[in-house]
């Protein structure tokens, strides 16, 4: 009864850090970035017989069109994540952004067109263009947004990370074996036990810098030290923690850590 009351008080942790909003903002920040690249690259070459525009005319049409599918495409891709938590591949996302996305552009791409008489050949004709825009782009966005890895730890004389700033009091001191990203809140794995912080586990690896490390799943980040098995099987790879807790390693991080000497 008091390890089962344990469990849940550590789940009901309070939680301290970053705005959802905030968090949920910065996801749009750069594929608008590149949106707004793509959209400036496609007017200046006039796509799609767009080069008799004028081309303050052409600017505002594909910025604007590419940050619309930027934004429409940022949110398909967090519902999937909502949706399918354990979704790994990136790919998998990118085919659902594309296959929502087509559809709606289609319709917006023959109307800025003027509308001409809609025939079967038509339709068609815009789907298939449509189709191949919205898959490059979402191509080009998946690959700009990727994730990398980082294994690197710190110079002897160099301070320690930011990130035990926000250890919870209960967990000063100990040693940090994994971080778990649950929404829009982090789960601390430590030689301490568990609690919850409310952080976006990108910028919790960037204040990680310091400790040796790495991703090892878009949901988690896992200190070298903390590893005490590695198993494969299916296809993918789990590390067993100094605590028992079992992070999985996606597809997407497996080859790099596996290079790194992981397991």
Same mark, same amino acid.
């Given at each position: 009864?008091?390890?089962?009351?344990?469990?849940?008080?550590?789940?009901?942790?309070?939680?301290?850090?970053?705005?959802?909003?905030?968090?949920? +903002?910065? *996801?749009? @920040?750069?594929?608008?970035?590149?949106?707004?690249?793509? $959209? &400036?690259? /496609?007017?200046?070459?006039? #796509? %799609?017989?767009?080069?008799?525009?004028? +081309?303050? *005319?052409? @600017?505002?049409y594909?910025?604007?069109?590419?940050?619309? $599918? &930027?934004? /429409?495409?940022?949110?398909? #891709? %967090?519902?999937?994540?909502?949706?399918?938590?354990?979704?790994?591949?990136?790919?998998?996302?990118?085919?659902?952004?594309?296959?929502?996305?087509?559809?709606l552009?289609?319709? %917006?791409?023959?109307?800025?067109?003027?509308?001409?008489?809609?025939?079967?050949?038509?339709?068609?004709?815009?789907?298939?263009?449509?189709?191949?825009?919205?898959?490059?782009?979402?191509?080009?966005?998946?690959?700009?947004?990727?994730?990398?890895?980082?294994?690197?730890?710190?110079?002897?004389?160099a301070?320690?990370?930011?990130?035990?700033?926000?250890?919870?009091?209960?967990?000063?001191?100990?040693?940090?074996?994994?971080?778990e990203?649950?929404?829009?809140?982090?789960?601390?794995?430590?030689?301490?036990?568990?609690?919850?912080?409310?952080?976006?586990?990108?910028?919790?690896?960037?204040?990680?810098?310091?400790?040796?490390?790495a991703?090892?799943?878009?949901?988690?980040?896992?200190?070298?030290?903390?590893?005490?098995?590695?198993?494969?099987?299916?296809?993918?790879?789990?590390?067993?923690?100094?605590?028992?807790?079992?992070?999985?390693?996606?597809?997407?991080?497996?080859?790099?850590?596996?290079?790194?000497?992981?397991?």
């Amino acid at each position: 009864m008091r390890e089962k009351a344990s469990a849940v008080r550590e789940r009901r942790a309070p939680a301290i850090g970053e705005a959802p909003t905030t968090t949920v +903002l910065k *996801s749009y @920040l750069r594929p608008l970035v590149v949106a707004v690249i793509a $959209g &400036a690259f /496609l007017a200046l070459i006039g #796509a %799609l017989g767009t080069g008799d525009s004028p +081309l303050v *005319s052409r @600017l505002v049409y594909w910025i604007g069109l590419s940050s619309l $599918g &930027a934004v /429409l495409g940022t949110t398909v #891709a %967090l519902t999937v994540d909502r949706l399918w938590p354990g979704l790994d591949s990136t790919w998998w996302r990118a085919l659902a952004i594309v296959t929502v996305l087509t559809p709606l552009f289609t319709v %917006l791409v023959w109307v800025a067109g003027g509308r001409t008489p809609l025939t079967l050949q038509v339709a068609a004709t815009y789907f298939g263009i449509t189709l191949v825009m919205t898959a490059g782009m979402t191509a080009l966005m998946t690959l700009a947004t990727r994730p990398t890895i980082q294994t690197h730890a710190a110079p002897p004389e160099a301070p320690p990370p930011r990130f035990l700033e926000r250890l919870p009091p209960r967990l000063r001191g100990s040693e940090i074996y994994a971080v778990e990203a649950e929404d829009h809140y982090l789960r601390l794995h430590t030689s301490k036990g568990q609690d919850l912080i409310l952080l976006r586990l990108s910028d919790a690896v960037a204040e990680l810098e310091g400790i040796e490390g790495a991703q090892t799943h878009r949901s988690w980040w896992v200190a070298k030290a903390a590893v005490r098995d590695a198993r494969r099987g299916d296809g993918r790879a789990t590390l067993t923690l100094a605590n028992g807790v079992e992070a999985p390693v996606s597809r997407a991080y497996a080859r790099m850590l596996r290079e790194a000497g992981w397991y």
